[in-house]
């Protein structure tokens, strides 16, 4: 698919954006991932001429995200969800179980199975098996019996990673919070993701009367899809430029 077959951004629209696999490729490690080149630019001009209506979804913490995309500063959703900033910088999280004894088990896991990390967030605790892909089904197993024991706590299973979080917090509900908020309120919303955890996104901006945009391959509820970063990346470009002569 084109880039002239996604949606065309106006001066109605709020757009929201994952951020590994969307604004950059994936890493074998979340410390090594780079933004593509001109990531940073193309938002701080989106964020300009859609007068402040872009947010970053993300399953990174909010902290992380601000050191990725200095000097702009946006609102946000870290941790699937779990916490999020509005606009007017108000931070609000998502109550969370204790993880401890969750995170010494995902760590006796990962220090017997070299390649497997684990990533303790805000709220949630995520184990990457990237470099262990044989890993699989034992980090699967660990964290499904954790959601098993708490009716508090949800799964994610993601691309090499799979996480427990707040059963209470999605990225579809972080969009459905922003879209109650100036200036995203009354907007059309636009979100692209790449990963499974996007999904409950996708169906939340076109419930809306918005639309998803999926980045890469697999099954999706989106009704757009581009191939990867580089073509989402063109497409911001376009559409930053269409808005100045709007």
């Not at 698919?1 to 994936?26: C, H, K």
């Not at 100036?182 to 409950?200: C, K």
């Not at 980045?215 to 989402?232: D, E, I």
Request: charged residues 20%; hydrophobic residues 45%; proline residues 7%.
């Amino acid at each position: 698919m084109s880039i002239n077959d996604l949606p065309v951004l106006d001066s109605r629209s709020a757009l929201f954006l994952d951020f590994d696999g969307t604004l950059a490729e994936i890493a074998p490690r979340p410390e090594a991932v780079a933004l593509l080149p001109g990531i940073v630019p193309a938002l701080i001009a989106l964020q300009r001429r859609l007068g402040g209506a872009l947010a970053l979804i993300s399953g990174r913490p909010i902290d992380q995200l601000d050191t990725f995309m200095q000097p702009l500063s946006l609102p946000m959703a870290g941790v699937h969800g779990v916490e999020r900033r509005g606009a007017d910088g108000t931070l609000s999280r998502v109550a969370a179980p204790a993880l401890d004894a969750l995170e010494r088990e995902a760590q006796a896991l990962a220090d017997a199975h070299p390649g497997v990390l684990v990533e303790r967030k805000p709220g949630a605790l995520a184990l990457h098996y990237r470099l262990s892909p044989q890993s699989e089904c034992l980090c699967l197993a660990l964290m499904q019996r954790a959601v098993q024991d708490s009716s508090q706590l949800s799964l994610l299973h993601g691309n090499k990673v799979v996480e427990v979080k707040p059963a209470g917090a999605t990225k579809g509900h972080a969009i459905a919070d922003f879209l109650q908020e100036p200036p995203f309120a009354g907007r059309r919303p636009v979100f692209a993701g790449d990963d499974t955890t996007d999904e409950a996104g996708f169906a939340v901006a076109q419930q809306h009367g918005g639309e998803g945009i999926k980045v890469g391959q697999g099954p999706t509820l989106a009704r757009h899809r581009v191939a990867n970063p580089s073509a989402l990346l063109d497409w911001l470009r376009n559409g930053a430029a269409r808005l100045v002569g709007a």
